[in-house]
């Protein structure tokens, strides 16, 4: 038993990675879920928008024959309204709130009619915004992913030139490398990213890193201000003995070698142990699954109640046959050659609420061991530490500090997304981007 | 069980459910469908002189996706053979004896004309016959259809010429397309009209093509008006039927409603305002002949809850109910209620008074569900917000009388009683 690529045939990957939530087949299919649509005043769904997408109107604009103007309504306040249509945890904002639900009725379903009007917009490449005349003022944008990609958007269409820096070949940032890929595939993060660069005004330098191929002190000097959404980096270390065995792997990483390297190629073991219970946690379980693991059981520490994770992400997790296992703390990793053989957990039991509000998992003395052959390391991630503090930044454990004014402590410098809270959702990240560069914006008048 | 059989002129039928004179009664193969899925009877599609009909000849209005809530049509008169479409409608009355066969006529405005087709059409043992005065389209150009019914001194001349003639029951169709269908239909009546019928369609452009920027229908790059139907003209056709009801002279007859007519509910409110029998023709166009089911299920329900065992018992029953605006009375005043219980925060009720109305609903904010509350003392008890309310009795009206006594508005001026003063 050990870590092997090539378990199935592409038929099955094929298969097991095909689109989870499949579009609208025809315009009749999304009309009749469009004139489901009550077209609420003050809508609650826009309030559970954290960037606050009018979504009535963009529904009714579907019902009107308006698909420009609907796409519209959606990408002027989520230039990756079409990524996010894809990859949001819905259940818990937008159609969480329809009020629907209060009818015990089916919600409107918003993230597939979303999709609907904005993949036509970026497949035939819509032309929906322009840019304002040119202001000569320059703005550099670290990370091309959601929140670098909204802020230098919004830049760029009132007139600033933007330089966007990604570390990686390709921009989206986790969009494009660290989301399950039959959420939302490579080709259309792409596509995405064409859609939004269309504007003009944005040149994104790709294999470009802070703090090793450019330096902050530079882009403060060439430019007149910077944004910085580096988001953050891989899996929190769970600081247990044989962490280092072989078969013992980080989440993001092994998410980022599906998605770069293709399914065949990346190993997985047998029996999979994934430490967490985030939306990367569903993610890597799911996907080793679907890779050709034949077990795969979640540890988690605390219990349902306190899981980050949606009720429906756990569902897609249980339907793919992972098994969950709760109140299961990881205390030693086991190897033999220097390859993982069993996961030794310590079991819990629920304490008094931490200061999230969440119940803390206290250790009863018992533990259980997991016969594995990989663990996969799903317990958040960890902030770009040292990145942060060499540069000066005031930070919180590496989470950049910003005020009101998305500003950090640098003058002109500004920043938004996971690098300042820790790793949220896309949505919350686009959401930060247009905040920075209204921030931005007002420091360069 | 009540007893839906309707009994109009003498001419009966099993329920009071008859197809419209237009293309599903135009031949035999169709009358026949429809006798085998139920329907009480038909008016075959209008005989008259020879025609010729174009492509395409119907357009519909969608609304929120509901298909042909309006419905249009050019076509005209049967554009059959007389002697064809003569032999089967004998042969449908043959078949079923204990349907309805009503047909429509529309003769070249001559005396002998009429004679003649009336003589021809009483051969076949049909049971009644049905004047066409009021398509408006194609057959008006030549004198015909609503031309006639349009001016009530030629509609009279029409019916009296027919009357010299027929021997059984003659119903009189009559045109929205006037100001005020009365004066056309005490015309017909005082020329000896035995019965009228109402609405034909109403004169309709039902959109344009945005592409090819020609109105609907299309006819090679062309199109005319043509009649409107469907549920979209019911409440035209039921304020019509009503003003006949009323009318001492049109009221001595009885009268065929038609207009939109698609559910029970439909029928039972046009035999109240007045109707014997109803005709209908869109709804079956939409779906075919199998909804005369539900639509004597329906109606058999509803009389048997309302105690109604005939139509007579109800038919008329709500005529009086319409009065004159003067009439009305003013110390009558409800105010909006929201059950808190059944609200579900859509805000509906809010954006159509606070933009439309009379800011009668207050918005507490709340993230993501405001709570909303009427403010009686603002509420003039429109029904607006009852109205766009999608849950049922979760806004209901509350009666709060501003006096006991009823006062109409002639008393209220005669009193000298004050006007708002906002």
């Given amino acids: 038993m050990a870590l092997v690529n090539n378990r199935l045939t592409a038929e099955q990957y094929g298969e097991n990675f095909s689109d989870i939530h499949p579009p609208f087949e025809t315009r009749d299919a999304a009309l009749v879920e469009a004139n489901r649509c009550l077209f609420c005043y003050d809508a609650p769904c826009i309030k559970s928008c954290p960037t606050s997408i009018d979504i009535p109107k963009f529904i009714r604009q579907i019902t009107t024959d308006n698909p420009k103007g609907s796409a519209h309504t959606i990408l002027s306040a989520n230039i990756l309204g079409g990524g996010c249509s894809k990859v949001c945890p819905v259940e818990k904002l937008c159609e969480g709130s329809c009020v629907y639900n209060l009818m015990d009725e089916p919600p409107i379903p918003i993230a597939k009619l979303q999709r609907f009007s904005t993949e036509k917009a970026i497949a035939e490449k819509w032309p929906l915004f322009q840019r304002k005349p040119s202001t000569t003022k320059r703005v550099a944008v670290v990370g091309a992913g959601p929140a670098g990609l909204s802020c230098a958007h919004v830049l760029s269409r009132e007139g600033i030139d933007v330089t966007v820096y990604e570390k990686e070949s390709k921009g989206g940032g986790l969009m494009t490398y660290g989301i399950a890929a039959y959420k939302v595939t490579p080709q259309f993060c792409e596509d995405e990213v064409d859609f939004i660069t269309s504007l003009g005004g944005i040149v994104i330098n790709y294999n470009a890193e802070l703090g090793k191929t450019v330096s902050l002190a530079d882009l403060q000097q060439n430019y007149d201000a910077v944004y910085l959404g580096v988001g953050v980096g891989l899996a929190r270390q769970l600081d247990i003995p044989g962490e280092n065995l072989n078969g013992v792997e980080d989440a993001i990483r092994f998410i980022y070698d599906i998605r770069t390297n293709g399914y065949s190629s990346v190993p997985v073991g047998d029996k999979v142990a994934v430490i967490g219970l985030g939306m990367t946690a569903i993610d890597a379980a799911t996907q080793a699954k679907r890779l050709g693991a034949s077990e795969v059981t979640i540890v988690y520490r605390r219990t349902q109640a306190e899981m980050p994770c949606t009720e429906t992400e756990l569902n897609l997790a249980k339907l793919d046959g992972c098994r969950i296992m709760w109140l299961a703390a990881p205390q030693e990793i086991i190897g033999e050659n220097g390859q993982v053989t069993q996961l030794i957990c310590s079991l819990m039991q629920l304490g008094e609420p931490d200061a999230s509000g969440r119940r803390s998992p206290v250790e009863t003395g018992e533990t259980m061991t997991l016969e594995v052959d990989m663990v996969i390391k799903a317990a958040g991630q960890m902030p770009f530490e040292e990145l942060v503090s060499e540069n000066h930044l005031e930070n919180r454990k590496g989470k950049i500090t910003i005020n009101d004014a998305c500003t950090t402590n640098l003058r002109g410098v500004f920043a938004g997304g996971d690098c300042v809270n820790g790793g949220k959702e896309v949505v919350d990240a686009v959401q930060a981007g247009k905040d920075g560069a209204k921030a931005i914006l007002e420091f360069l008048k | ?422």
Wanted: hydrophobic share 40%; charged share 20%; glycine share 8%.
């Fill in chain 2, 1 to 422: 069980m009540a007893d839906l059989s309707a009994n109009f002129l003498g001419i009966k039928s099993p329920n009071p459910y008859w197809l419209a004179s237009a293309p599903p009664t135009d031949k035999k193969y169709n009358v026949l469908r429809a006798f085998e899925a139920g329907w009480g009877g038909v008016v075959w599609k209008t005989l008259g002189s020879q025609i010729k009909n174009v492509s395409s000849r119907y357009s519909s209005v969608d609304y929120n996706g509901s298909r042909m809530m309006g419905f249009n049509n050019i076509e005209l008169i049967s554009d059959r053979p007389l002697a064809i479409n003569l032999r089967e409608i004998a042969e449908c009355v043959r078949l079923f004896p204990d349907r309805a066969m009503v047909v429509s006529l529309m003769a070249d405005n001559s005396r002998e004309k009429w004679h003649e087709l009336i003589a021809q059409v009483e051969d076949t043992g049909a049971h009644g016959l049905e004047l066409n005065f009021g398509c408006p389209h194609g057959m008006n150009e030549r004198g015909m259809g609503a031309a006639v019914g349009q001016d009530p001194e030629i509609a009279r001349m029409v019916v009296e010429w027919v009357m010299e003639k027929a021997t059984i029951p003659v119903i009189t169709k009559l045109t929205p397309n006037v100001h005020s269908v009365v004066p056309s239909g005490r015309a017909s009546v005082e020329g000896g009209t035995n019965g009228l019928s109402l609405i034909n369609t109403i004169q309709s452009i039902t959109g344009v093509d945005l592409d090819t920027l020609v109105p609907n229908p299309y006819v090679a790059g062309q199109s005319v008006f043509g009649g409107y139907c469907g549920p979209a003209i019911k409440p035209i056709a039921l304020k019509m039927l009503t003003t006949i009801s009323q009318d001492p002279i049109t009221s001595r007859v009885p009268v065929s409603g038609i207009g939109g007519i698609s559910t029970w509910k439909d029928a039972a409110e046009f035999l109240l305002l007045g109707a014997t029998t109803v005709q209908v023709c869109t709804a079956v166009m939409k779906h075919g002949f199998r909804i005369i089911e539900d639509l004597c299920e329906g109606l058999n329900n509803w009389m048997d809850e309302k105690g109604f065992k005939t139509l007579n018992d109800f038919i008329g029953k709500s005529v009086p109910t319409i009065t004159h605006w003067e009439d009305l009375d003013i110390n009558y005043h409800i105010v909006a209620k929201i059950n808190p219980d059944k609200c579900i925060h859509c805000g509906l009720c809010y954006i159509a008074c606070e933009d439309t109305s009379h800011q009668s609903i207050n918005l507490l904010y709340g993230k993501p569900y405001n709570t909303y509350s009427v403010i009686e003392e603002e509420c003039v008890g429109c029904n607006l917000c009852k109205l766009v309310c999608p849950v049922d009795d979760c806004i209901t009206m509350v009666e709060q009388r501003k006096g006991e006594e009823y006062v109409n508005w002639k008393e209220f001026q005669r009193r000298g009683l004050p006007l708002n003063d906002h």
